[in-house]
């Protein structure tokens, strides 16, 4: 099998930053880390391994530890005085791009605005932006959209928006809302960009695409929607045990592509398992889809 790698893929700084601080605390067991890290099972099982404690973001209740991490995906100003309040030390990892959709949102505010958040209203970064606004909004899909009283709107995205996505939604926004000024703060991190635009220059390329990354994690799942928007096969794998070989075996030229927490490590397990393949079927790029 012939293996095309996406020219961007795999860990962002962010996450890269977050681990490297992790992995030099010495003494784990009094660390909790407060939300989710990474989405990504072969991360957690290690920081398990050593000795962290987790919590998910919990609004009442403390963690036990004496200090609290705060995960690459932040928290609000007001989780972090209640954490402060109740006597924790912070080690703060909040990615800086995050920290800027965070101002984003209150520039927005101080400006007059009612807040739009393009993203997942479950997602613990989304969650940590509207927890400090008065009366926020978060769109999700087209169906969210609709016409608010406010003159004012004020639209960002969570930091893993696909651009296609956050286009559609803003003209939706925008169509629904002609009495009002609509001010959009371009929130989307490069490195999700780069991702994107990488894969969609190597899907051309590919008969079917192999994306590495957690099931939950919402920066993959753009990758696999991505590809399937392209018709190609998609084979969206934690790691390499999950690849399933039989079904690969149809394709002579795979694409490999990775989300943002993904260990270089286990994109590297994925393309050695994908080389030892023996296609039995040679497709023409053009029946790919
Ligand atoms: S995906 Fe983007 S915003 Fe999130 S941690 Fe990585 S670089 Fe930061």
């Known amino acids: 099998m012939i293996v095309l790698r996406a020219a961007e893929m795999g860990m962002c700084f962010g996450v890269r930053d977050a681990l490297h601080v992790l992995d030099l605390l010495p003494d784990p067991s009094d660390v909790t880390i407060h939300g989710e890290l990474v989405h990504n099972p072969e991360v957690l099982a290690h920081l398990d391994h050593r000795g962290f404690h987790r919590q998910p973001e919990d609004h009442r209740r403390i963690p036990a530890t004496p200090v609290v991490l705060v995960t690459a995906h932040g928290i609000s100003e007001r989780e972090r005085a209640r954490l402060q309040a109740a006597g924790r030390q912070l080690i703060d990892t909040t990615c800086p791009l995050v920290a800027k959709?965070?101002?984003?949102?209150?520039?927005?505010?101080?400006?007059?605005?009612?807040?739009?958040?393009?993203?997942?209203?479950?997602?613990?970064?989304?969650?940590?932006?509207?927890?400090?606004?008065?009366?926020?909004?978060?769109?999700?899909?087209?169906?969210?959209?609709?016409?608010?009283?406010?003159?004012?709107?004020?639209?960002?995205?969570?930091?893993?928006?696909?651009?296609?996505?956050?286009?559609?939604?803003?003209?939706?926004?925008?169509?629904?809302?002609?009495?009002?000024?609509?001010?959009?703060?371009?929130?989307?991190?490069s490195p999700t960009r780069a991702r994107i635009s990488a894969l969609a220059a190597l899907l051309p390329r590919v008969q079917a695409l192999v994306v590495v990354g957690g099931h939950n994690s919402n920066n993959t799942r753009q990758l696999v929607a991505a590809g399937e928007r392209a018709g190609r096969p998609v084979f969206h794998v934690a790691n390499a045990e999950e690849l399933d070989i039989g079904a690969l075996a149809h394709f002579g030229i795979v694409g490999l592509t990775a989300g943002t927490s993904t260990l270089p490590a286990t994109i590297d397990a994925v393309e050695t398992a994908l080389r030892q393949v023996g296609t039995t079927e040679r497709r023409p790029l053009s029946d790919a889809g």
Not at 136 to 141: A, C, G, L, N, Y
């Open 101 to 189: 959709a965070h101002r984003a949102a209150q520039d927005l505010v101080a400006s007059g605005h009612r807040v739009i958040v393009i993203g997942r209203r479950d997602h613990v970064e989304v969650r940590g932006i509207v927890d400090d606004l008065p009366d926020p909004i978060v769109v999700e899909r087209a169906g969210d959209v609709t016409t608010w009283p406010e003159p004012r709107l004020g639209v960002l995205c969570q930091t893993t928006t696909q651009e296609a996505l956050a286009d559609d939604l803003l003209a939706r926004i925008r169509a629904a809302n002609p009495h009002a000024e609509v001010t959009f703060a371009d929130t989307i991190c």
